[in-house]
């Protein structure tokens, strides 16, 4: 089949920049008449102006065609969804043919045909002649138009195939979305340029290369030839000071306007610098999604992502694993975003054959890599955003990438080349590593990392900057580990940081499912959720790790110490000028006091007023928040805050530090029981009719020892719980499996004793069957006033080598309307590596509101370090803290559940109050949770108060 070649392409023009010219130009997006066959064997008859295509569907351009009732959509991470035996593909190939028929404006002569991006390849022709064919799905072609149009009635006609033998350079880890669906375009531009605008001791330096005249106003230059180059007073371009010059290009026929950003990027002993400053990316990797448009994303949406990435603090972006639509570019150098520009090549699937005949080691196929990489850099070179250039993503290693990389540093020596899939970085200038363990990212920082069996490419790679291009998998609930990763980073200037995978989840918009992941087309082959693994979900909603990320990359850094705090840029292209700062002091999460803080621009020690005294746990919150509008956010944004407890009625808070991780000081989390004195006398357990036990306002079964009913509602436990509806990072890393198979979702309660006396006392001892693995509990029930107080001390038995989920208890209610009032961290979820963007205060939300909508239903909406909690007529009082988590189903229905149509709420209340919970980490892509966050079966004192709110 000719879709088999591996030619890249035949008729298209030499590549150029994207520019924004005044020649005309036609649209030629919106609906195009549209026939899908099976296979590509079709006749090509449909390419003759006169044909009949008055039976066809009607398909809007840009789209995908399975988005709209023809085909399918198929997701795989790895696997090719065809045999591996390049450059065949299947006969059964989806063939989409195109019609558009278009009038051509009085006067027009000549003009170029432009696809901006069409899956995989297209075969055009204009009025029945052949113009030619191309594939790089993500890059655009240009084709010559002029000899073939006609006054009036135009005709477009063009084929487009699923299936080619550029499929095997597009194994993205993405759906496979077959389909124009970028713009198309007839323009009459032809102009191209490449603007080189250096920044360099205060200066700004600018040349072309092209045609014309260039004109940049503001900064005094008329006339620029090509060639020459002038010095001017510039300001430079950052991503947090995205300042641009609008330039004029009078080339031939046509006006080009650009917007100019000065700014240099080096690397000197190690380290990244722009602008001769050292350069810490805080980046997401962003494929282009939206889940009813797949990749054919609107300005709008492109525009939202940005305004996104910006309020939450994320300062770069690499456009994961193919270069973006251009006006996303065009957005980043207008609002500020650092880019790692990757080439639209990824050939991942052949590391399950042994790479064998990988194309980027294979000669036939050096046209084709080679033509991808000049598409990119043409098309982009004149973005400031554009701080790198990337040859692809999961390649393998081979000669190809070095052609590429040889073309590259030749056509553009001013960017640094990036590639993670050699570890030798043979063509490469930045070291550049997926998924590095913590202990490996700090390994690599002290210069210590393990050495190549090359010396001379070990030296080299030695003096290269690090980035992580890929870390902390954002899969379903995480990811953990978020602020050790970024304390290393900011330790060591060899680290450059790096980018968390990824910006959003790809669940496509499905009418039962709610959104669909890989199988739930029916895919034969197919990577199942692992698609779904964003920082947003499919609709962009931040996810809690969005809301984690936006306080660990936080630009503004704060330290208390006594009576006042310091404050500091962490950003080394801005100061504190566009910020205000103030504080706020809270008594058991009520407001006491607020006050302004004076910070000069550039940051010191700032004296704190005096703060109230008061009965209670007092916390110290200071903000700072945008002084003005900017371009990205309104004023009072909040960009960065921290709290500190001043009055916590525990000991050893002289020793209290602000911790990046937001957990509780030691002396918080590890504080001895309250002291009893004060509250009411306590009363004896007292037998009911029916043999029931009543103590206070609970009765409790005389068997099981459980509750029947708390303060006259209908109650049923606690019991003891080691499991949570497991979450991807514990599917993906076998922690499921081994928690499976020690049948830790299936325990079995015995109870041993229930003793009535001054207080009511239930042994119990919980353990999965099949194991000698237990856990005896000694439940101690005391009635005191209208409280009743609950003491649980458990003892494992047995050799308990693996982590466990969790240690807590299960207690159903019946559900009832109202809020769930809680004090403690919020207003979002947190677990032990988690939650950084939780803070201690008195918050409310309904029970649904507490629960985080994965799209993979899976452990979530846990709030965590809650002193007391009110709910269906209960308070809940830790001694001192506990973890709550509230749901209108059991934790049995949710794991059970596939999607979130699958949840369905059963009439009662599932408290699950827990002593601990075994952490987050990144583990279904990466290392697992850190041994600090791990949770071990060990004796323990559990300590809770029941009693009317």
Not at 191 to 201: L, R
Not at 318 to 327: E, G, M, N
Request: charged share 25%; glycine share 10%.
């Amino acid at each position: 089949m000719e879709c088999e070649r591996l030619t890249p392409g035949s008729g298209r023009l030499e590549p150029r920049a994207a520019l924004s010219s005044d020649a005309p130009s036609l649209d030629l997006n919106g609906a195009w008449r549209f026939r899908l066959s099976p296979v590509a064997t079709v006749p090509e008859d449909f390419a003759d102006p006169r044909y009949d295509d008055a039976a066809w569907a009607e398909l809007p351009v840009p789209a995908h065609w399975p988005l709209h009732g023809h085909g399918a959509p198929a997701y795989t991470n790895v696997s090719y969804p065809f045999p591996v035996d390049p450059p065949h593909v299947p006969t059964e190939n989806p063939t989409g043919d195109y019609r558009r028929a278009f009038d051509l404006p009085e006067g027009w002569n000549g003009g170029r045909l432009r696809f901006d991006g069409v899956e995989s390849y297209a075969k055009v022709w204009l009025n029945g002649h052949e113009l030619g064919f191309t594939t790089g799905s993500r890059l655009p072609a240009e084709f010559d138009a002029g000899p073939w149009l006609k006054p009036g009635r135009n005709v477009l006609a063009v084929r487009v195939h699923q299936w080619s033998a550029a499929s095997y350079l597009e194994d993205q880890d993405m759906w496979w979305l077959p389909g124009i669906f970028r713009d198309v375009t007839l323009t009459r531009s032809a102009a191209d340029v490449f603007v080189h605008a250096s920044y360099e001791d205060g200066r700004g330096t600018l040349s072309f290369d092209g045609t014309g005249a260039l004109d940049l106003p503001e900064l005094g230059v008329t006339g620029l030839r090509p060639g020459e180059r002038v010095t001017v007073a510039a300001e430079p371009w950052s991503a947090g000071t995205p300042r641009l010059y609008e330039a004029v290009l009078r080339a031939p026929g046509e006006t080009v306007r650009l917007r100019v950003g000065f700014r240099t990027v080096a690397i000197e002993d190690g380290v990244l610098l722009a602008n001769g400053r050292p350069l810490l990316l805080k980046g997401v990797n962003r494929h282009e999604f939206h889940p009813l448009s797949g990749r054919a994303v609107t300005y709008a949406t492109m525009r939202e992502d940005v305004l996104l990435m910006k309020r939450h603090n994320v300062n770069a972006v690499r456009t994961s694993h193919y270069p973006p639509h251009p006006a996303f570019l065009d957005l980043c150098d207008e609002l500020g975003l650092w880019v790692i520009d990757e080439c639209d090549l990824e050939t991942h699937g052949f590391g399950q054959v042994g790479w064998r005949n990988n194309p980027s080691d294979d000669p036939r196929w050096e046209e084709a890599c080679l033509d991808r990489m000049r598409r990119m850099v043409e098309r982009d070179k004149n973005h400031p955003s554009v701080i790198m250039w990337s040859l692809g993503n999961e390649a393998g290693v081979g000669r190809n990438l070095g052609v590429m990389a040889e073309w590259a540093r030749e056509r553009d020596p001013s960017r640094p080349l990036h590639y993670e899939g050699d570890r030798s970085c043979e063509h490469t200038d930045v070291y550049s590593r997926m998924y590095a363990s913590h202990a490996e990212v700090e390994a690599i920082g002290r210069g210590a990392e393990d050495p190549l069996d090359d010396p001379e490419l070990d030296a080299r790679r030695r003096a290269m900057p690090f980035l992580q291009c890929e870390y902390a998998h954002a899969m379903g609930n995480g990811p953990g580990g978020l602020a050790e990763y970024q304390e290393l980073f900011e330790r060591y200037p060899r680290l450059a940081g790096g980018f968390v995978w990824e910006w959003i989840d790809h669940g496509l918009a499905h009418p039962s499912l709610g959104y669909a992941y890989g199988g739930d087309y029916g895919e034969p082959v197919h990577d199942g959720n692992f698609v779904v693994d964003g920082l947003v979900f499919p609709d962009r909603t931040p996810s809690p790790g969005l809301l984690d990320l936006k306080k660990v990359f936080e630009p503004v850094a704060f330290t208390f110490s006594g009576t006042s705090v310091t404050v500091r840029s962490k950003d080394a292209f801005h100061d504190l000028s566009s910020l205000s700062f103030s504080g706020q002091v809270e008594a058991e999460g009520e407001p006491v006091a607020s006050f302004p803080l004076e910070v000069p621009a550039g940051g010191g020690e700032v004296k704190l007023p005096a703060l109230p005294a008061g009965e209670g746990e007092r916390w110290l919150t200071v903000r700072a928040v945008l002084a003005r509008d900017e371009p990205w956010a309104d004023a009072g944004h909040e960009v960065a805050w921290a709290q500190v407890p001043i009055d916590v009625p525990y000991p050893g808070r002289e020793d209290l530090r602000v911790s990046p991780r937001r957990t509780f000081p030691p002396a918080v989390r590890e504080a001895p029981a309250k002291a009893s004195a004060g509250r009411p006398g306590r009363e004896a357990p007292v037998p009911l009719d029916g043999g029931e036990i009543q103590v206070g306002g609970a009765v409790f079964d005389p068997v099981t020892g459980r509750l029947t009913r708390l303060f006259g509602l209908d109650a049923d436990g606690p019991r003891l719980e080691l499991w949570r509806a497991p979450i991807d990072n514990d599917r993906y890393s076998g922690a499921e499996f081994r928690w499976r198979l020690l049948g830790l979702h299936r325990l079995t309660h015995r109870v041993d004793a229930v003793e009535p006396g001054d207080t009511l006392t239930v042994r119990t001892r919980t353990a999965p069957a099949a194991t000698d693995l237990g856990i005896r509990a000694t439940w101690t029930w005391t009635a005191s006033g209208d409280a009743l107080d609950l003491r649980v001390d458990l003892v494992p038995e047995g050799d308990w080598t693996e982590p466990i989920p969790r240690l807590g208890l299960a207690l159903t209610l019946p559900a009832a309307p109202g809020p769930v009032t809680w004090y403690g961290l919020g207003p979002g979820e947190a677990y032990p590596d988690t939650g950084l963007a939780t803070r201690i205060g008195r918050w409310a939300a309904t029970v649904e509101e507490m629960q985080t909508p994965y799209v993979h239903p899976q452990e979530n909406g846990h709030r965590a370090a809650v002193r007391w909690a009110e709910l269906a007529g209960v308070r809940i009082t830790g001694d001192p803290v506990f973890g709550l988590t509230a749901r209108p189903w059991s934790t049995a229905a949710l794991d059970a559940a596939a999607h979130r149509p699958d949840l369905v709420p059963d009439g009662r209340l599932h408290l699950t109050l827990d002593l601990a919970q075994h952490g987050i980490g990144t583990a279904a892509c990466g290392p697992g949770t850190l041994p600090a966050y791990e949770l071990h079966a060990r004796p323990a004192t559990f300590r809770l108060r029941f009693e009317p709110s």
